[in-house]
Nanobody
């Protein structure tokens, strides 16, 4: 039904930048808030950022000032612009609704930060 496909993850150096993309299928995309979440090895999945259907954003303190979330309703897509990446940002990043649908977690996309 409602599915999200993440892409754009890569291996980057500390201080580097990366742009993640999320393609949504199913559901009425434009009427729901969307968010980015991440899960590092041995840690619980955590919320990173969210954006309402009207474009109002909220960013987690841990990435505030470095990450930016955006959406393109026409493309049914959500983006996460990541800059000044730190080793602690390394994780599998997921997109989902905000609040998330428990049945719509995808494979995520791996973000690796060396050193």
């Amino acid at each position: 039904q409602v599915q999200f496909a993440e892409s754009g993850g890569d291996l980057v150096q500390p201080g580097g930048s990366l742009r993640l993309s999320c393609a949504a299928s199913g559901g009425l995309f434009k009427v729901y808030g969307m968010g980015w979440y991440r899960q590092a090895p041995g840690k619980q999945r955590e919320w990173v950022a969210q954006i309402t259907k009207d474009g109002i954003t909220t960013i987690a303190d841990s990435v505030k000032g470095r990450f930016t979330i955006s959406r393109d309703n026409a493309k049914r897509a959500v983006y996460l612009q990541m800059s000044s990446l730190k080793p602690e940002d390394a994780a599998v990043y997921y997109c989902n609704r905000a609040p998330p649908r428990v049945d719509s977690w995808g494979q995520g996309t791996q973000v690796s930060v060396s050193s």
